[in-house]
């Protein structure tokens, strides 16, 4: 095909409009064009054509005939048609000016006044609907702490209660053993020596910075979203179990039912019930592993961990079973391409890519195809 500035050279060049540098310039493009030089051709077949027609030709009369009949009765019959659709036009001016005759100036006024009042309503009602809904859920609940200790509950019948608020900061001693209730969101339970401190407290939202210490959260069915927030990663729950233990050097977390939300550097992840992982100095967590991994594995794990051996990498994609599945999809994005794929062919024997999803998808780690894949993977395995 041509372009149109083409398409307008060649016009003129049929048409002798060009200069003769012109035209020298066009005759070379037509031997590099073969569809301009064959669509030139066509207009001068064309031309030929007609020049070949005949001068003195006449129509039949019957052909004439025919011509004026049917030029006739189509005038005759948009008469009729303009005839119609004038009747109906003044038919409804009329009938509009019978409904305006009826309409005094009274009513008239009155029917703008029940307008007014009806938007004026419903302006009203919208207003403190959206503002019922916005303090229902920003607003502040007490969380009410409970000391469970053991020699508490021996010396007291009634246990202390006491209540936190935004911004307050709770530390429990060694052998303490407190339970916290947030209302419409679930129970905090903090034992040995921890610390938090409460950053929103909300029906829609409950937030807190972890420093230290032990924290089992359980979900209530009302539960909008729990967070924890440990230096610069952000754990978020709606409705997970899920454990923080600091026996170790760095906090442990143990997910206990459904699934955790999780945001470090800039990535999202998301790590199912019966998975394990570390919070690490740098701002990171350990590759999770799941509860039910053999020691050997585990140990892979750890060990590649600190050294990034790649000799270890092909040991755990090679030994991973269905069970480590996470593990291998939550290192996708830690390693190199070529291990990439190397970890999606291992993933796809065990939960084969959806249709929807191209494997080039998933290489270049595209988040839309890696949740798609993440939620088959978990209802296949979990």
């Known amino acids: 095909m041509f372009s149109e500035k083409e ?57 004439i005939e025919n011509i004026i009949n049917s030029l006739l009765n189509q005038n005759l019959a948009n008469k009729n048609i303009d005839s119609k659709q004038s009747k109906q036009n003044a038919k409804l001016t009329q009938e509009k000016k019978k409904i305006k005759r009826k309409l005094r100036p009274k009513t008239k006024y009155r ?51 006491e209540k936190l608020e935004e911004n307050s900061i709770f530390e ?57 927030n440990y230096n610069q990663i952000q754990m978020q729950s709606i409705n997970s179990n899920f454990l923080i233990s600091s026996n170790a050097e760095n906090p442990l977390v143990k997910i206990l039912s459904n699934f955790i939300f999780l945001k470090s550097g800039g990535v999202e992840f998301k790590i199912p019930s019966n998975h394990s992982f570390y919070f690490v100095a740098d701002n990171s967590i350990s590759i999770p592993t799941n509860n039910n991994s053999s020691e050997e594995f585990i140990k892979l794990i750890s060990s590649y961990s600190l050294t990034k051996n790649d ?28 291990y990439r794929e190397l970890i999606i062919e291992k993933l796809k024997q065990i939960v084969p890519l959806p249709s929807s999803i191209a494997k080039e998808s998933i290489l270049f780690l595209e988040h839309s195809s890696l949740n798609i894949w993440w939620e088959q993977i978990y209802i296949s395995t979990i």
């Open 7 to 63: 398409e307008i050279l060649l016009h003129n060049y049929f048409d002798n409009l060009l200069s003769k540098d012109e035209q020298t310039e066009f005759e070379d493009c037509l031997l590099d064009n073969i569809d301009l030089a064959m669509e030139l051709g066509k207009l001068k077949n064309l031309q030929r054509n007609l020049n070949n027609l005949p001068s003195n030709f006449n129509p039949p009369d019957v052909v």
């Open 111 to 161: 029917l703008k006044q029940a307008a007014l009042i009806s938007v004026i309503v419903f302006f009203i009602v919208a207003l403190v609907l959206g503002y019922f809904l916005i303090v229902k859920n920003s607003k502040t609940t007490p969380w009410k702490i409970n000391n469970t200790n053991l020699e508490a509950t021996q010396t007291n019948n009634n246990t202390s209660t």
């Open 172 to 228: 429990t001693k060694e052998g303490d053993n407190f339970l916290i209730l947030i209302e419409n969101s679930g129970t905090m339970n903090l034992y040995g020596r921890s610390k938090i401190k409460v950053l929103v407290g909300t029906k829609s939202l409950n937030s807190i910075s972890y420093y230290f210490g032990n924290l089992n959260f359980n979900p209530d069915l009302n539960n909008k979203l729990f967070e924890v």
């Open 311 to 338: 000799v270890l990498l092909s040991k755990i994609i090679k030994s991973a079973t269905k069970q480590e599945s996470f593990t291998l999809f939550f290192m996708l994005n830690q390693v190199t391409p070529e």
